[in-house]
C-alpha cells in the first residue's frame, strides 16, 4: 500500500504571494481547513514571486511544519503571468486553483468548486458585487470590452478558477508577459477546445494586510499590451 505522501494527488492550491508575510500563514492555515473537508490527497503549493520582505522564509517554515505544503521561490519578481505560469508547469493535482495570499477570497469556494467539478473541466468565479472607484470601474469597462473585440464572446472570469489539469497536456500557452495574458490565453484556448466550462458568482473580503498589488492603471496597460500581443499569436 502507497504511503499518504506517494498517493496520487487530488487537488493542488498554489497559492501565490509577493511580499505577503504577515498574511501567508493565516491563508494557508485556512486553504488546509477547506482541503480537510474533501476526501483524498492535496497539496498546496505556495509561489514566493520573488519576495522582499520575510514571505520565503516563511513560506520554509509552512513547508517544513506541513507536509502537504511545497514551496517554489522566484529568484525575482515575475508577476501573476509568472505565477500562473509556475503553477501550470509545477501543479501535482488532478485539479489546480490558483489562490491569493491576500485572504480576499473564502477557501470555502475550493470546496464549492471541487463539489461542480464532477461535470466540468474548468469552473471560473466573477465578482458580481464587487464595489469599485469610478476610474477603476471605468478601466474594468474598457478592459473587459476589448476582450470582447478582440476574442469574441468569452466565458465570464472575474478572480479565481479550477481546472483539470488535463486540459494543460495538449495545449500550449505562448503568453510569456508579467500580467494575466496566459490565464486569459488558458481560458479562450479551454473554451475553443470544447471544454465544459461553467462560471459562478463569487465574493471578495477585505485584504487582511497590505495593498494590492494589480489593481492600477500601470498594471492594466501592462496587460492590455499583452492581450493585443495574444491576439496577434492566437490568429
Do not use: C, N, W
Given at each position: 500500500m502507497l504511503r499518504a505522501m506517494e498517493q496520487p494527488v487530488l487537488m493542488t492550491v498554489a497559492v501565490f504571494a509577493y511580499n505577503e508575510e504577515a498574511g501567508l500563514a493565516p491563508v494557508?492555515?485556512?486553504v488546509q481547513d477547506v482541503l480537510a473537508q474533501i476526501p483524498g490527497n492535496h497539496e498546496i503549493l505556495i509561489i514566493d514571486d520573488g519576495s522582499t520582505d520575510g514571505t520565503a522564509s516563511?513560506?520554509?517554515r509552512l513547508?517544513?511544519?506541513?507536509?502537504?505544503?511545497?514551496v517554489i521561490t522566484h529568484e525575482r519578481n515575475l508577476g501573476l503571468g509568472g505565477a500562473y505560469r509556475t503553477g501550470f508547469r509545477n501543479a501535482r493535482g488532478q485539479f489546480l486553483t490558483f489562490w491569493p495570499a491576500d485572504g480576499q477570497f473564502d477557501p470555502a469556494i475550493i470546496r464549492r468548486f471541487e463539489q461542480e467539478m464532477?461535470?466540468?473541466d474548468l469552473a471560473l468565479g466573477y465578482l458580481p458585487n464587487r464595489k469599485r472607484g469610478m476610474v477603476g470601474g471605468i478601466l474594468s469597462l474598457c478592459e473587459r470590452a476589448l476582450y470582447r473585440l478582440l476574442f469574441g464572446r468569452m466565458p465570464r472570469f472575474q478572480g479565481v478558477l479550477?481546472?483539470?489539469?488535463?486540459?494543460?497536456r495538449d495545449m500550449t500557452l505562448v503568453s510569456d508577459g508579467r500580467g494575466w495574458a496566459v490565464?486569459?490565453?488558458?481560458?479562450?484556448?479551454?473554451s475553443r477546445s470544447g471544454a465544459r466550462i461553467r462560471s459562478f458568482p463569487t465574493d471578495l473580503r477585505p485584504r487582511q494586510d497590505g495593498t494590492s498589488k494589480v489593481a492600477n492603471l500601470r498594471t492594466i496597460g501592462s496587460n492590455v499590451r499583452q492581450i493585443v500581443e495574444?491576439?496577434?499569436k492566437m490568429s
Open positions: 494557508v492555515g485556512e516563511e513560506a520554509q513547508a517544513g511544519k506541513h507536509p502537504m505544503v511545497r464532477a461535470d466540468l479550477m481546472l483539470r489539469t488535463s486540459l494543460l490565464l486569459i490565453e488558458f481560458i479562450l484556448r479551454a495574444l491576439r496577434k
